[in-house]
């Protein structure tokens, strides 16, 4: 039998998360534990009678430590085998053992994500998969085999520990949004980790999207500076370019960025995107 630990981190989103853990009761397989690393607070959370749900408050000076908080999570689970998952997912029936079989010490295992067009009353992931649509870039990625390591996102994903620990964790010098799934790619890569999708998915419950992520500017700014200084080259290029049209950036012939100004309100608005990806 797998023994294996959940990872998920949190801020508001109480109905999500609680759609998630139902999801996870309905799962083949059953966690030992469940991590859920709070970034606000522990309110409203309820847990489910039949999983073992662990809340920790994460308190960092910045109010979306996605790397440290991460970290925190998998450090404090109970098995050697780990699942991250993002608050917004509903797990198949089948994923944890499916993900679970090809797991190994040289491996991350992940799936592809389907999307929903609005968070619903429930977790039920059997009635709700045939409202979902899929994210064009991942529909085509092939199962079963290596594929490339900067397909890796972060939203859903196995590891064991000990590898885990050997790719040297989430760099926590990233700060907020952006970068810090890649950087995490391109480290397991260097360490000879291969990252394969199995044939499973998730459903990703709807929140409002930006495109590009104006939301997120100062710290996409800081990150991909950050990663540049320390791999080379730029992340992001299709929201840095983005940035450079709308005059807020501008990219040098050395790829170093230059801020000429912050997004508007009006800029912020306009970049809502209308897909549920």
Not at 231 to 250: D, H, Q, T, Y
Request: with cysteine; charged share 20%; net charge negative.
């Amino acid at each position: 039998m797998h023994k294996f630990s959940v990872v998920t981190i949190v801020k508001g989103r109480r109905k999500q998360l609680a759609n998630l853990l139902e999801s996870i009761k309905a799962s083949t397989l059953l966690p030992v534990d469940v991590q859920v690393i709070c970034m606000d607070n522990t309110d409203g959370i309820i847990k489910p009678d039949s999983l073992d749900v662990n809340l920790h408050l994460f308190n960092d000076t910045h109010n979306l430590p996605l790397a440290a908080a991460r970290n925190a999570g998998i450090a404090a689970t109970k098995t050697d085998k780990v699942i991250f998952i993002d608050v917004d997912c509903l797990v198949s029936p089948t994923l944890f053992e499916n993900m679970l079989a090809h797991l190994t010490a040289e491996a991350i295992i992940t799936a592809y994500p389907l999307y929903l067009s609005n968070v619903p009353e429930n977790g039920d992931f059997t009635a709700l998969k045939q409202l979902a649509v899929p994210h064009p870039s991942r529909q085509t990625i092939p199962a079963g085999q290596p594929v490339n390591h900067l397909q890796f996102w972060s939203l859903i994903f196995a590891v064991k520990k000990p590898t885990f620990q050997k790719i040297g964790c989430f760099d926590e010098t990233f700060i907020g949004y952006g970068a810090e799934d890649t950087d995490f790619a391109m480290t397991f890569n260097k360490a000879n980790i291969k990252l394969i999708f199995v044939n499973d998915c998730v459903l990703h419950q709807y929140h409002d999207k930006y495109d590009p992520p104006l939301n997120y500017f100062e710290s996409i700014i800081e990150n991909a500076t950050r990663y540049k200084q320390k791999w080379g080259v730029l992340p992001m290029r299709r929201w840095l370019s983005a940035f450079e049209k709308m005059g807020l950036i501008i990219i040098n012939e050395n790829d170093e960025i230059t801020v000429y100004s912050k997004p508007t309100d009006e800029q912020l608005k306009n970049s809502i995107s209308k897909n549920p990806y």
